[in-house]
């Protein structure tokens, strides 16, 4: 058994604090979470003064298979499957560095997502545990046509889905609405798919004990992924053909279904307020203030890897993003639990990890300082647990033996 002592310990539960904690591990499972001397001796113990321990991040939305290079017209990268495996491992190695243990990754291409989580769990690369989505199901030349989900009827998108749960997909991922950056395909605040088109989506999903993380920008979209049974909205931004119209009554029927948003914001917000004017931008991060009041529960993705967001070169997205969060008046612990416990829930692996809790995944991460102060001590990372597994490891003066 190992003991991993710090000031502070965070179950990722909001409100659930332990002053001079510590977290007892046995290979890759938590033993015991409690004050300092709950679990007794422990051959190895790692002291931690000045650190926070909490539960891994949680991007509830990634696409490690996007990258900088992809050709401007299609939004397809030139490179081999072979070469962008490589690129996603690094991006994989990038994510967790930055403390994000699991990743929802929501579109790909060729199924490389599914090589690359099997490669990461049996120990071949690092990254984090990934839940994969492979091809998103979308129209003939719809929002990522060019990743081979293709489907305009039931009978296709049934057949889609099942060849994507065949495959050994984790989620699956409906493109309920245009998006903005498929040239050709219908713009965002356009509806591709209706309830029952969903529906048949999530009725295949549900025949393997998975879940349907719905792409929705229009109002329709919304609603729809709603009725549909969606475990989750993407984006959810009430996009119109002149803009961002925040519709409360939608936002409720959101709230009182208990579907999961992800309002995918991230690190570059304010690097595109700064491009495209404040109009837009403020009205979209007002809709997402908006909806936290309507009660609808929020966590925490990036996007990452997708258009703006490059997660080989902005891997503190994550954490700036989460900063905009809080300059937008989330309170610290919310937006703790919203990166953890609440995300695990909404991505179906809340089970087995995003809370320290005996019999949960050893995945864990300890900062020097506290994020319920500041949400920018999350950069501090000394250690990053995946399954017990030590894949970061820096700073650490105060060993009494080593853990990882």
């Known amino acids: 058994m190992r003991i991993i002592r710090a000031d502070v310990v965070l179950t990722g539960r909001s ?53 900088a290079t ?30 994000v243990t699991t990743a929802r990754d929501l579109g790909g291409r060729g199924f490389l997502d599914l090589a690359l989580r099997d490669a990461i769990e049996e120990g071949l690369t690092v990254g984090p545990h990934i839940l994969a989505a492979t091809r998103p199901i979308t129209i003939t030349g719809g929002h990522c046509w060019y990743m081979g989900g293709e489907a305009d009827d039931e009978p296709a998108i049934r057949r889609v889905a099942r060849e994507n749960l065949r495959a050994g997909a984790d989620c699956l991922k409906v493109m309920a609405s245009g998006g903005q950056m498929t040239p050709g395909a219908p713009p965002s605040w356009v509806r591709q798919y209706g309830t029952e088109q969903i529906r048949a989506v999530v009725e295949e999903a549900a025949t393997r004990g998975k879940g349907v993380a719905a792409h929705a920008h229009a109002h329709a979209a919304i609603r729809s992924a709603v009725e549909a049974g969606a475990a989750t909205i993407e984006h959810c931004s009430f996009f119109t053909a002149s803009g961002h119209r ?15 948003v992800c309002p995918t914001v991230h690190g570059v917000v304010w690097r595109l307020r700064d491009k495209f004017g404040s109009e837009m931008l403020d009205a979209w991060l ?21 258009a703006a967001v490059d997660v080989a070169n902005d891997t503190d ?4 993003g989460l900063e905009v969060f809080e300059q937008a008046g989330f309170g610290n612990a919310e937006i703790v639990e919203m990166a953890t416990a609440r995300a695990a829930d909404a991505c179906g692996v809340g089970a087995v990890t995003g809370t320290l809790e005996a019999g949960k995944r050893a995945d864990l991460i300890a900062v020097r300082g506290d994020p319920l102060e500041r949400i920018a001590d999350l950069r501090n990372l000394t250690l990053v647990l995946v399954s017990g597994r030590a894949v970061t490891q820096t700073g650490v003066d105060t060993v009494t033996s080593s853990v990882g």
Do not use: C, W
Not at 246 to 260: K, M
Not at 286 to 297: H, K, P, Q
């Open 70 to 99: 992809v050709d401007p017209v299609t939004r397809r990268s030139a490179e081999s499957d072979h070469h962008l495996l490589l690129r996603m491992a690094e991006n994989a190695r990038k994510l967790v560095s930055a403390g």
């Open 246 to 260: 925040y519709d409360a009554e939608l936002a409720d029927l959101v709230a009182a279904s208990g579907t999961y």
């Open 286 to 306: 007002d809709g997402v203030v908006a909806m936290r009041a309507a009660g609808v529960r929020l966590v925490a993705g990036t996007d990452s890897g997708f």
């Open 317 to 320: 997205a994550y954490v700036a």
């Open 15 to 67: 409100g659930e604090v332990i002053q001079d904690g510590e977290v007892a591990l046995d290979g890759a499972t938590i033993v015991s979470v409690g004050p300092r001397g709950s679990a007794g001796d422990a051959a190895e113990a790692l002291e931690l003064p000045g650190h926070t321990v909490l539960p891994g991040l949680i991007d509830a939305h990634v696409h490690l298979g996007f990258d």
